[in-house]
């Protein structure tokens, strides 16, 4: 990295959660990235976390600003797609939060808009940076397990109270499948490719629920079958993550903190960031264990890694072909679980181009 250059201005559009919790912190402990302006209507909230930053109600005036050169949007689903297009049209690079859009067709346009653009235009798929899939990838690589045959993917939570909030509302893009299903589907296709058929069972569990709160997938890889899991209402009990192959299995129970260290106002970098005191247990063919430990998450590589990109000096951390055929996953999921039958996505070229030879996260 060179540490000569200037720093990137970068304007964060939204500060609800993912904007506060997510983005902020870790632009901000990215060298050579300069949060400059928010966009906000809450000036006051954002000024409590970071008063040397600017706030500003119009994002017109955000897209004007001929210094800033990334805009990051942490919006409201609904809102990703048309936001990343201003963005773009405003000849910005754009980050956008996941989901990359609200349809296939949308993601696809916005990967040609970026290329016709000569932007760099990347879906914030943070948890490729998480200690237990980390170490899942690590583990696969060695190939101790042998043929890896069934896996399961579970991102499962316990807040069986409805809550107030867009996330859990009926509309355009709500709902579990879109909120935690982008992170799934992205780690699946890194560790496995684009997979041959999906089947798909969704539904609301909780009282008073008006969108999907828990989510069955199944993914297809020839005899291969990978699980994608998420609910609302797993108090414990669980794993994060299970692998079984022709030479053992490999458990991972808990999942990566930095989330939760980022909600207790720990700032990303600093001692303990991202450790994950959670062995892996590895079991062998005669049912005797052993403990692997796991390497630190750290979700500041996307930043690290998309700085470079910006500078000429590395590739985009999750380019948009990458980003849109997990949203033709999403949607064939969308699919399979209305028809009850199982769904075979139709990849287009460039998506799957951007998975050929596997993928080297920075």
Known sequence: MDSTSPPIRVALIGYGY???????????????????????????????????????????????????????????NDTHAPLARAALEAGKHVVVDKPFALDLAEARALAVLAGQRQRVLSVFQNRRWDSDFLGVRQ??????????????????????QVRARWRERRGA?????????????????????????VLASLAIQREGGETIDWAHVVLEYGQ??????????????GARFMLHGARGSLLKAQADRQEAQLLAGMRPGAAG?????????????SGQASRLPVPAGDQRRYYQALREALLGEGPNPVPPWQAASVMAVLEAVMEAAATGQAVSPAWSDEERAAWAGGVDTP
């Open 139 to 160: 583990v696969l690589a060695q190939g101790v397990l042998g043929e890896v045959m069934h896996v399961e993917s579970h991102i499962d939570r316990f807040r069986p």
């Open 273 to 285: 960031w991202g450790e994950d005191a959670d062995d892996m247990r590895l079991y062998d063919g």
């Open 224 to 237: 291969r079958r990978v699980v994608l899991h998420a609910g609302m209402l797993v108090a414990g009990g």
């Open 18 to 76: 993912a904007g506060k919790t997510f983005h902020a912190p870790l632009i901000r402990g990215v060298p050579g990235l300069d949060l400059a302006v928010v966009v906000s209507r809450d000036a006051g909230k954002v000024h409590a976390d970071l008063p040397g930053v600017a706030v500003v109600a119009d994002l017109r005036e955000a897209l004007a600003d001929p210094a800033v050169a990334l805009v990051v949007i942490a919006t409201p």
């Open 173 to 197: 893009g709500s709902g579990l499948w879109y909120d935690l299903g982008p992170h799934l589907v992205d780690q699946a296709l890194l560790l496995f490719g684009l997979p041959d058929r």
